[in-house]
């Protein structure tokens, strides 16, 4: 997958969408319900943008990381040190049982492969 298109523009939401960079609702209620629902697993984010429900979960004293493949994401996330650049289909961010939980919003419809 190529991170080049998610770039500044993308997350300012000028042509390419809404504004990615203020978190919304939606990502204060995911991060709500999975840290209840999964309390004191570890998470990570798979395509997680700026990192909004990867802080919200740390916010909850879960411990949460997220991997995205935009540079500029990684450079401008929410929480320095939780969120690197990965590639969704490379998978070499995931290790064997290394996180309880695995999240992927918004990512599917992206892929092309």
Known sequence: MNGDW??????AGTEKGGNRMVPTGHHFELGRRVAEVFNGARFIDVGCGIGHVVRELLNRNQDARGVEVSQYAVEHTTCPGRVKVGDVLDRSWANKNQYGVVMCWNVLEYLTE
Do not use: I, N, V
Not at 6 to 11: A, I, N, W
């Open 6 to 11: 998610f770039d500044g523009e993308y997350f």
